[in-house]
């Protein structure tokens, strides 16, 4: 099989077992992304700081820049995506949405009210919030113990001032109601100060 059909392949599958937006679907992409060895991890949590900072549906961005990079993040060019691969991973992570609500548009007046579909929804909520969350622990074990958790190689200072950071956001988030985007601006422009510093944690 080409790299360009599994890609389409694989994405396709995430884009029609994923409920609950971009985020939901991490857990599924970095499984298999990192079962195919078409990128690393660092590269996984790399791509996601992109996705996040550039306009457009995450979900999108994410499989665009996946398909892309797959095979030169992982050091295989002959597994390298391109912009093909780019477009056929973008390709099969939007076919499933498109159709699903496109048949949902004309039927859900239906059965809005259907006791069914109520439970679905209902089932699904709670699932979506532990997929999410998931991939939060995930993508932090990668960020604070990119090389597993051992305590003598723990890094205290740089973590604290990650988990300062973290909080901070949440807080600018919800407390002042500051707009995300302004947050992953200023995050980006500390980030790139820090980094001609040579202080880039």
């Known amino acids: 099989m080409s790299i360009f059909l ?21 857990p599924l992409i970095q499984n298999a992304v990192l079962e195919k060895g078409w990128l690393t991890e660092e590269a996984i949590v790399n791509f996601i700081a992109v996705s996040e900072s550039t ?30 691969g780019a477009a056929c ?6 076919v499933p949405s498109f159709v699903v ?30 997929l999410i969350a998931g991939a939060v622990l995930t993508i932090g074990q990668t960020v604070f113990f990119p090389d597993g958790f051992a305590f003598a190689s723990l890094d205290f200072y740089n973590m604290a001032i990650s988990l300062v950071i973290c909080l901070i956001g949440i807080f600018l988030i919800f407390k002042k109601k500051v ?16 980094g001609y510093a040579g202080k880039l944690f």
């Open 6 to 26: 599994e890609l389409f392949l694989t994405f396709l599958s995430i884009g029609a077992f994923t409920f609950g937006g971009g985020y939901a679907m991490l």
């Open 89 to 94: 991973a973008t390709l099969g992570v939007v």
């Open 101 to 130: 609500i496109l048949i949902v548009a004309r039927i859900y007046k239906q059965f809005q009210e259907s006791k069914i579909v109520k439970g679905c929804m209902n089932g699904l909520r709670p699932t979506v919030i532990g």
């Open 55 to 84: 306009p457009g549906p995450f979900a999108i961005n994410i499989a665009t820049y996946v398909g892309m990079e797959t095979g030169r993040a992982a050091g295989d060019m002959g597994l390298f995506g391109g912009i093909l």
């Open 179 to 194: 707009h995300p985007i302004i947050l992953v601006l200023v995050s980006a422009a500390l980030g790139i100060a820090a």
